[in-house]
C-alpha cells in the first residue's frame, strides 16, 4: 500500500535588491516572508540563494533569468514583475510512502510538480496583488519601504491560504476566461442595458457583468479582466450558495444584493469598496463595487468620491432591479442550451489573443467555476500530460504546433496550436490507429469551433 502526500507551499518570500545595500543593513532587502515564524537567519539565506541565482542566470541571458530551480525534495520558481522587485515560491514535492522489505521508504514525485502552472500561479498572486494594492514601485515612492511591507503583509497573509498549490493544473496556466456564448438578440440587449447603465451613472468609469460565472460584457483591459475575473469566481462568488433555480449548479443571490460596497441600504451602513488600480489609471482613486442579482453579477469601477455616496447605492439597487428582470431570463436561457460534446470527446480551447478558455472536463480537486452540472472528471495524470503539451508549446510561441500520443490506458493526447489558439483534446479508443484520430479531432472540431479555430 501506499500513502500519498500533495504538493504543498513551503515558503513565499519578496525581497528587493534597492534596499539593504550594505552589510549592516542586508536585512532590509526582505519585504515580506511567509511563513513568518522562520528566524531571519533562514530567511536571508532564500533571498540570498535566489539573488546568486539570479546574477549567475543573467551572466547567460540579461533577458530570461532564472525561472525555476528543481531540488530533490523541492521546486522553486522566481518572478520579477517590476524592475529591482522579485518574487519566490518553494513547494514541497508531493511524496509517496511505500513499504520495501518490510520497511517503510518516502518517495519524492517530481513529476508532478509542473513549471509553468507555479509560475503561472506566482504571477496571479502579484497580478491580484496589483490590481487592488497598485505596483510595488509605487507604493514605495508614496509610503516608503515600511509602507509597502504593511501592504504586502496584509494582502498576502491573507491570499495565500487561498492558492491551490496541490492541485494546479494547466488550466491554472492558461489563466483564460470562460465566457457566455450569446445570439445576436441577447448581445444587443445586454449592450442596451450597459448604455443605459452608463448614461445612468456618469461617475461609473467602467463596468464588467457576469452571469452565472461566465463573462458577458467587460469595459476592462484583458489583464485586468484577467485578474478580476479569477477574484471573482474563485473567491468571491464561492461563498454565495448553491443556487437551485440556475442552470447546472451556479451561484445566486435570491434578490439583489451588494457583494463589495455597502452592508445594507441603511442611512447608517458600513461601506466596503476597496481600492481598484487598473492599468490604464493607476493614479486615479478608483473603487470597486460588485453587485448579485440572482445569477447575475455586475461589477462597477467608480470614482472614490461617489463610493461614499449612501444615495448612490440606493439608485445604483433600483436600477439593477428594474432592468435586470426580463434580461435575467434571457441569459438564463442561453445557458439551457443543450451540450453538444459526445461522451468520448474531451477537450480544452484556449485563445491568447482574448483569454477565452472553453473545456469539457475537470478534475475533482479543482478550484474555480462551478462546473456544469455532470461534467465528466478526469484524473489529475492526465490534465498533467495535457500541461506538458502545452509547455512544449509554449517553448515556441510564433509556431503552429501539433502533438499525438497515445498513453498506456490506451488515452489518446492530441496537441494542436495555431494563430495563438491551443486545442487539447481526450480520447478514448484504444483500437484507433493515428489516422483514425486525426479524423476524429477533424471531426469533432468542425461540430464544436467551426468559426473559431482553423486545424487544416
Known amino acids: 500500500h501506499a500513502s500519498e502526500l500533495m504538493a504543498m507551499l513551503k515558503a513565499l518570500f519578496i525581497y528587493s535588491p534597492l534596499f539593504g545595500k550594505t552589510e549592516e543593513t542586508e536585512n532590509d532587502k526582505l519585504l515580506f516572508f511567509y511563513p513568518a515564524d522562520i528566524v531571519m537567519d533562514v530567511k536571508m539565506n532564500h533571498v540570498g540563494l535566489s539573488e546568486a541565482l539570479v546574477k549567475f542566470t543573467c551572466s547567460f541571458s540579461q533577458d530570461r533569468p532564472i525561472e525555476a530551480l528543481h531540488t530533490n525534495k523541492t521546486r522553486r520558481v522566481y518572478f520579477s514583475p517590476e524592475p529591482d522587485f522579485w518574487l519566490s515560491m518553494i513547494v514541497n514535492l508531493p511524496t509517496t510512502q511505500k513499504t520495501k522489505e518490510g520497511k517503510p521508504v518516502m518517495e519524492f514525485i517530481e513529476e508532478d510538480v509542473q513549471n509553468h502552472v507555479l509560475i503561472e500561479l506566482l504571477k496571479e498572486a502579484y497580478r491580484t496583488y496589483k490590481l487592488f494594492n497598485g505596483s510595488m514601485a509605487t507604493s514605495v515612492g508614496k509610503v516608503g519601504r515600511k509602507g509597502l511591507m504593511e501592504k504586502l503583509e496584509l494582502f498576502f497573509n491573507k491570499y495565500i491560504p487561498t492558492m491551490d498549490i496541490g492541485s494546479g493544473d494547466v488550466l491554472d496556466a492558461f489563466q483564460g476566461i470562460n465566457f457566455l456564448p450569446l445570439d445576436k438578440r441577447v448581445y444587443l440587449r445586454v449592450h442596451s442595458f450597459h448604455n443605459l447603465m452608463e448614461e445612468a451613472f456618469p461617475c461609473i468609469r467602467y463596468t464588467v457583468f457576469l452571469f452565472n460565472e461566465h463573462l458577458v460584457w467587460s469595459g476592462l483591459e484583458q489583464d485586468d479582466m484577467r485578474v478580476l475575473y479569477k477574484y471573482l469566481v474563485r473567491d468571491l462568488l464561492q461563498h454565495l450558495p448553491i443556487n437551485p433555480m440556475s442552470p447546472g449548479t451556479g451561484r445566486a443571490a435570491r434578490s439583489g444584493c451588494f457583494l463589495v460596497g455597502p452592508e445594507g441600504l441603511e442611512p447608517d451602513a458600513a461601506i466596503n469598496a476597496p481600492p481598484i488600480f487598473v492599468n490604464r489609471e493607476e493614479g486615479r482613486d478608483l473603487r470597486l463595487i460588485v453587485y448579485q442579482f440572482h445569477a447575475a453579477t455586475c461589477c462597477a469601477v467608480v470614482d472614490a468620491s461617489v463610493a461614499r455616496s449612501m444615495a448612490f447605492y440606493r439608485d445604483f439597487d433600483t436600477f439593477v432591479r428594474q432592468n435586470l428582470n426580463t434580461l435575467d431570463t434571457s441569459l438564463g436561457e442561453?445557458?439551457?442550451?443543450?451540450?453538444?460534446?459526445?461522451?468520448?470527446?474531451?477537450?480544452?480551447?484556449?485563445?491568447?489573443?482574448?483569454?477565452?478558455?472553453?473545456?469539457?472536463?475537470?478534475?475533482?480537486?479543482?478550484?474555480?467555476?462551478?462546473?456544469?452540472?455532470?461534467?465528466?472528471?478526469?484524473?489529475?495524470?492526465?490534465?498533467?500530460?495535457?500541461?506538458d503539451v502545452h509547455a512544449d508549446f509554449s517553448c515556441y510561441p510564433e509556431s503552429d504546433c501539433e502533438v499525438i500520443m497515445k498513453l498506456r490506458n490506451d488515452h489518446w493526447i492530441v496537441g494542436r496550436k495555431s494563430d495563438q489558439r491551443e486545442f487539447l483534446v481526450v480520447l478514448l479508443n484504444k483500437y484507433a490507429s493515428i489516422i483514425d484520430v486525426s479524423e476524429e479531432i477533424k471531426k469533432q472540431a468542425s461540430v464544436h469551433f467551426a468559426n473559431i479555430f482553423f486545424l487544416d
Request: glycine share 8%.
Open 334 to 387: 442561453q445557458l439551457r442550451r443543450p451540450p453538444t460534446t459526445g461522451d468520448v470527446f474531451r477537450y480544452i480551447y484556449f485563445n491568447q489573443m482574448n483569454l477565452a478558455v472553453k473545456y469539457s472536463f475537470v478534475t475533482a480537486s479543482r478550484r474555480g467555476p462551478t462546473p456544469p452540472a455532470g461534467m465528466p472528471v478526469v484524473p489529475p495524470e492526465l490534465m498533467r500530460y495535457l500541461g
